[in-house]
């Protein structure tokens, strides 16, 4: 119930095109859900989160899609580019307290200019 | 320093050594995590620290790992007697608090132990 499931596990996207990468969670008590890029050598940094009660949330190339009744959410990079090429975690959290994160396993993302 | 700092940003130890990581959160966060990543893997939990509360343990690997935080600041992973598979980077997380989502993470720590 606390594994947030995340594919695919790698992706190429040519330069323009659209990256989408999808994350599946179980308990229904997870409130908050974050994206994070992570380029090499550096830690992870927030890039955009949604929270259930909306069902798509936009920020300049980079959109959050969520289907609570699926328990789905997805990242849409909109005109990829080669910048964009890194690694992306998905996680899910729930204010018990404090967010204490389930991470998805990654998706290594790379865009061919 | 405006962000989380971990130090040293490379650490290379012979088996069966002690190694200690340190982490610098950013002024005023009260929540603390420690992740380790593996090559090409994901985020593994290690420990939690929440204000004065007793630490979350349950993601420490074996009894060989600890950790500490010292005036709900500054942080030291310990790794005790290290293995070969205790390679990998050690990341540090800060949070605000309760009811705050994002943590925010550090640049990690890569750990090789031969």
């Known amino acids: 119930q606390q594994q947030v499931k995340q594919s695919p596990q790698s992706l190429i996207v040519q330069k323009g095109g659209i990256s989408i990468i999808n994350c599946a969670y179980e308990n229904t008590a997870f409130d908050y859900f974050p994206w994070y890029q992570q380029f090499p050598g550096k830690g992870p940094a927030l890039l955009i989160a949604?929270?259930?009660?909306?069902s798509e949330k936009k920020e300049g190339r980079f959109t959050i899609s969520f289907n609570k009744s699926a328990k789905q959410f997805s990242l849409h990079i909109m005109d990829s580019q080669p910048g964009d090429s890194a690694t992306y975690f998905c996680?899910?959290?729930?204010?018990?307290?404090?967010?204490?994160?389930?991470f998805g396993t990654g998706t290594r993302l790379k865009v061919l200019a | 320093g405006a962000g989380v700092s971990q130090s040293p940003s490379n650490k290379v130890t012979e088996k069966g050594k002690d190694v200690e990581l340190r982490c610098d959160p950013i002024?005023?966060?009260?929540?603390l995590y420690w992740y380790r990543q593996s090559l090409g893997q994901g985020l593994e939990f290690l420990i939690y620290?929440?204000?004065?509360?007793?630490?979350?343990k349950s993601g420490l690997p074996s009894d060989r790992f600890s950790a500490e935080r010292t005036g709900g600041s500054v942080s030291t992973l310990t790794i005790q007697r290290t293995q070969q598979e205790d390679s990998a980077v050690y990341l540090c997380?800060?949070?605000?608090?309760?009811?705050?989502?994002?943590?925010?993470f550090g640049p990690g720590t890569r750990l090789l132990v031969l």
């Open positions: 996680a899910a959290s729930m204010n018990s307290g404090t967010y204490k994160y389930i």
């Open positions: 997380a800060s949070q605000a608090g309760a009811g705050q989502e994002t943590q925010y």
């Open positions: 949604i929270r259930p009660d909306v």
């Open positions: 002024s005023g966060h009260t929540a």
């Open positions: 620290f929440q204000g004065n509360s007793a630490p979350d």
